[in-house]
């Protein structure tokens, strides 16, 4: 059985940091990519960042140069530092394991940026 969970959620003020995880299971995780979303109450979901399985990163223009997503294939786990966070990154992050088309998905985990 396949599993993604996510942590590391929670409520922080503009400019704080959080580094959300995303333990899989049942997977092969070095061969996956891995991927993290987001989605805020009334808009589309947003891929936020991806990291292939040779390391290779991407991310969303409105992140860069404040997230940085990273993997340790040995915990089977992939994370999305977030720093100099603003109350538009607040939304309902999902990680995301896809493989040939074939995709997992987390439950996810809430971030607010509120003062």
């Known amino acids: 059985q396949v599993q993604l969970v996510e942590s590391g959620g929670g409520l922080v003020h503009p400019g704080g940091s959080l580094r959300l995880s995303c333990e899989a299971s049942?997977?092969?995780?070095?061969?996956?990519?891995m991927r993290w979303y987001r989605q805020a109450p009334g808009k589309q979901r947003e891929l936020v960042a991806a990291?292939?399985?040779?390391?290779?990163?991407t991310y969303a223009d409105s992140v860069k140069g404040r997230f940085t997503i990273s993997r340790d294939n040995a915990k089977n786990t992939v994370y999305l530092q977030m720093n100099s966070l603003k109350p538009d990154d607040t939304a309902v992050y999902r990680c995301?394991?896809?493989?040939?088309?074939?995709?997992?998905w987390g439950q996810g985990t809430q971030v607010t940026v509120s003062s």
């Open positions: 990291i292939f399985s040779g390391g290779t990163t």
């Open positions: 995301n394991a896809n493989l040939n088309y074939i995709a997992y």
């Open positions: 049942g997977i092969t995780f070095s061969m996956y990519a």
